[in-house]
């Protein structure tokens, strides 16, 4: 007699969880925690700025450019939309949505790391992470948020692989697309903090 009332649709029904996912809840704190780590980077380099004087950057380092910071904010930044037609579309079934959407997401990435990789080789010919305070922030704080693109690169190439390969993704079962939608989120509001800070902050 129990064991029917124990395994019916209604008792089953009963004992689902409610409320946000505990992914959810852990990549929002994860991201609480990165977005911590980068406040005091930036934090850093506005105490070293005004510490060190008028000039800045110092010496023998030229203003940064800002042509290629832009394109790559044009890139990165406009990369969450598809980010978010994508979750929205396998929230209704549409796996195409779900594929498309993670393939434009991840051509825009790597277009950002492949220009980042450019800028380097440039700057490096200028300045060097030891060259003096300035030039160990700017290589600190722009290579540690192109880790994070590259980790929420992985994150995206996981799940348009796991799609195509048929993997468990729908209507109902959609929270990895959604975690990895506030991670990379996440990664385009920190690179309009540093674009503000590292490129535009020097000319103000």
Not at 130 to 157: E, K, N, P, W
Not at 164 to 188: C, E, P, Q
């Amino acid at each position: 007699m129990t064991m029917p009332a124990a395994t019916s649709t209604e008792a089953l029904t009963t004992e689902l969880p409610v409320g946000r996912s505990t992914g959810w809840w852990g990549m929002v704190m994860f991201v609480v925690t990165e977005a911590t780590l980068f406040a005091c980077l930036l934090g850093s380099y506005f105490y070293l700025r005004f510490q060190y004087g008028a000039q800045w950057p110092p010496p023998g380092i030229e203003e940064p450019t800002l042509l290629r910071p832009l394109v790559m904010t044009a890139v990165l930044l406009p990369s969450s939309l598809p980010v978010i037609w994508a979750e929205h579309g396998i929230r209704q079934g549409q796996r195409w949505r779900l594929r498309c959407g993670l393939a434009a997401t991840l051509v825009l990435g790597v277009t950002f790391l492949a220009l980042q990789a450019s800028e380097y080789v440039e700057k490096l010919r200028e300045f060097t992470m030891t060259t003096d305070a300035y030039g160990s922030l700017f290589y600190v704080i722009t290579g540690f948020h192109g880790l994070h693109v590259l980790v929420g690169l992985t994150m995206i190439a996981w799940l348009l692989a796991a799609s195509l390969r048929g993997g468990s993704f729908g209507a109902h079962r959609h929270d990895r697309v959604r975690n990895a939608a506030i991670y990379w989120h996440f990664v385009d509001v920190v690179w309009a903090a540093i674009l503000f800070t590292i490129y535009l902050s020097p000319r103000l």
